[in-house]
Nanobody
Framework: QVQLVESGGGVVQPGGSQRLSCAAS????????IGWFRQVPGMEREGVSC????????YYADSVKGRFTISRDSVNNTVYLQMNRLDSEDTAVYYC???????????????????WGHGAQVTVSS
């Protein structure tokens, strides 16, 4: 059984930092790409950042480039999203996802997501 378990959500002040973790287990292939998506009420879920399971290549949405960093601990099957310089527009439910396409395709098209986590709320507020 595949499980993607997010942790690290919460409330953070504008300009602050937060790190999300996604612990993956049961993936049928070792080289699945894993990524982070976010969603606010009334909007479509958007890909924020994704990372390859084979060569470490990454994708970032323009809105987070230079502020967010994705990394992968292959030994512990955990993917991290370090979020810096957060602002109110980053407030959303963040979902971990896995798919067998590369990080660009996984992040750009939710149809390529094979597995979803349950989500973690991140609220940026003073």
């Amino acid at each position: 059984q595949v499980q993607l378990v997010e942790s690290g959500g919460g409330v953070v002040q504008p300009g602050g930092s937060q790190r999300l973790s996604c612990a993956a287990s049961g993936l049928p292939e070792r080289y699945y790409a894993i990524g982070w998506f976010r969603q606010v009420p009334g909007m479509e879920r958007e890909g924020v950042s994704c990372i390859s399971g084979s060569d470490g290549s990454t994708y970032y949405a323009d809105s987070v480039k230079g502020r967010f960093t994705i990394s992968r601990d292959s030994v512990n099957n955990t993917v991290y999203l370090q979020m810096n310089r957060l602002d109110s527009e980053d407030t959303a439910v963040y979902y971990c996802a896995a798919g067998h396409q590369g990080p660009y395709w996984l992040c750009k098209y939710t149809d390529y997501v094979d597995y979803w986590g349950h989500g973690a709320q991140v609220t940026v507020s003073s």
